[in-house]
């Protein structure tokens, strides 16, 4: 597990390590980065308490077949909810909110929000602003 990285000094310790971070982004309380490659985070993004960011995945060695290795890359202005787990090899795009407890299996693309276990659709940015000026 990682410490709270709210500070520009944390952030360059992460980025001594391989990471590079954009402007204005916050990274949660026991966060877990795997940097075994490289992992891209843009400017403006929440990454919340628990989250795993993962950048390989030794599970194929196990029936013969290697390990499965990949950059992830985050957008700018995005959110990642609590206990959410992005698997390697994944970029998520601009604009995107990533619901609370969700597995990030595949590429998200800009202006959408999804969440699950595996991550679906659930509406576009659009849609979710209105949702959310409308809710009393």
């Given amino acids: 597990m990682i410490k709270m990285w709210r500070t520009e000094q944390n952030f360059q ?3 001594k390590m391989g990471m590079i971070i954009g402007k204005g982004t916050f990274i949660g309380d026991s966060v877990y980065l795997d940097l075994s490659n490289t ?4 400017d403006k993004v929440v990454v919340t308490m628990q989250t795993v ?7 194929p060695q196990r ?4 390990t499965k290795r990949g950059k992830v890359k985050i957008g700018n202005n995005v959110f990642i909810g609590v ?3 992005i698997l390697p090899g994944i970029t998520i795009g601009d604009n995107v909110v ?3 407890g969700s597995v990030v299996t595949k590429d998200i693309p800009s202006n959408e929000v999804w969440a699950g ?3 679906k659709f659930i509406r576009t940015m659009e ?3 209105e949702k959310i000026r409308n809710v009393k």
């Fill in 63 to 66: 029936v013969g077949e290697g």
């Fill in 83 to 85: 206990r959410s787990i």
């Fill in 117 to 119: 276990n595996p991550v």
């Fill in 13 to 15: 310790e992460l980025r």
């Fill in 127 to 129: 849609e979710h602003k």
């Fill in 98 to 100: 990533i619901g609370a």
């Fill in 53 to 59: 960011i993962l950048t390989h995945d030794a599970s």
């Fill in 39 to 42: 992992i891209e985070i843009g």
